[in-house]
C-alpha cells in the first residue's frame, strides 16, 4: 500500500504525526498505530529520538543507527517518514521541533513516559494536539495501560 497521490482537482490533506521515541525503537503497537492512521490517507511521520546517553555521554552514532532502523520498519507501513535525533531532555526536544513544524498529532512510546513521567500529558497541555501514548514492551517492566 504506497502513498495516495492526489488526482488532478483533489485535494488531499496529508496527516503530519509527530513520534516520540527512546532506545528502545520502534514497538508494534507504534506500527499498528501508524497503519490505522494510514488507512485513512496520507500521513507524514517526523520520527524523533531524543539522544540517548551512554555512560554519561552522547551516543549520537548509536543514536542515528536506532533513528535509521526505526525508519526502515515504519516505512513499511506505507506513510513517508523523516526523522531527527534531537537533544537528550524528550521535553525541549519535542517542544524545539514542534515550534518548527507544523504537526497534527503526537505518538508517544511508552519508554519516553516511564522516563519521563506525564510527558505525554504535558505535551499535549503545552502544543494543543491530540496526545497517544502507545504501549512499548520493555524485558522486565510491566507495560502502562495505553
Given at each position: 500500500?504506497?502513498?495516495?497521490?492526489?488526482?488532478?482537482?483533489?485535494?488531499?490533506?496529508?496527516?503530519?504525526?509527530?513520534?516520540?521515541?527512546?532506545?528502545?525503537?520502534?514497538?508494534?503497537?507504534?506500527?499498528?498505530?501508524?497503519?490505522?492512521?494510514?488507512?485513512?490517507?496520507?500521513?507524514?511521520?517526523?520520527?524523533?529520538?531524543?539522544?540517548?546517553?551512554?555512560?554519561?555521554?552522547?551516543d549520537d552514532a548509536g543514536a542515528a543507527d536506532l533513528l535509521a532502523e526505526a525508519l526502515a520498519l515504519l516505512e513499511e507501513t506505507g506513510a513517508w517518514?523523516?526523522?531527527?535525533?534531537?537533544?537528550?531532555?524528550?521535553?525541549?526536544?519535542?517542544?524545539?521541533?514542534?515550534?518548527?513544524?507544523?504537526?497534527?498529532?503526537?505518538?508517544?512510546?511508552?519508554?519516553?513516559?516511564?522516563?519521563?513521567?506525564?510527558?505525554?500529558?504535558?505535551?499535549?497541555?503545552?502544543?494543543?494536539?491530540?496526545?497517544?501514548?502507545?504501549?512499548?514492551?520493555?524485558?522486565?517492566?510491566?507495560?502502562?495501560?495505553?
Open positions: 500500500m504506497g502513498p495516495h497521490k492526489p488526482r488532478k482537482g483533489n485535494v488531499v490533506k496529508t496527516h503530519r504525526v509527530l513520534i516520540v521515541i527512546r532506545d528502545t525503537g520502534v514497538s508494534s503497537g507504534m506500527l499498528r498505530a501508524l497503519v490505522a492512521r494510514r488507512t485513512r490517507g496520507p500521513v507524514l511521520a517526523t520520527v524523533l529520538l531524543p539522544c540517548p546517553r551512554v555512560g554519561g555521554v552522547l517518514v523523516e526523522g531527527v535525533v534531537g537533544e537528550p531532555d524528550a521535553e525541549l526536544a519535542a517542544g524545539d521541533l514542534l515550534s518548527r513544524t507544523t504537526v497534527h498529532e503526537v505518538l508517544v512510546s511508552e519508554s519516553v513516559e516511564l522516563e519521563d513521567p506525564g510527558f505525554a500529558k504535558r505535551a499535549a497541555i503545552l502544543h494543543g494536539l491530540p496526545v497517544e501514548l502507545i504501549a512499548t514492551p520493555r524485558p522486565g517492566v510491566p507495560a502502562l495501560a495505553a
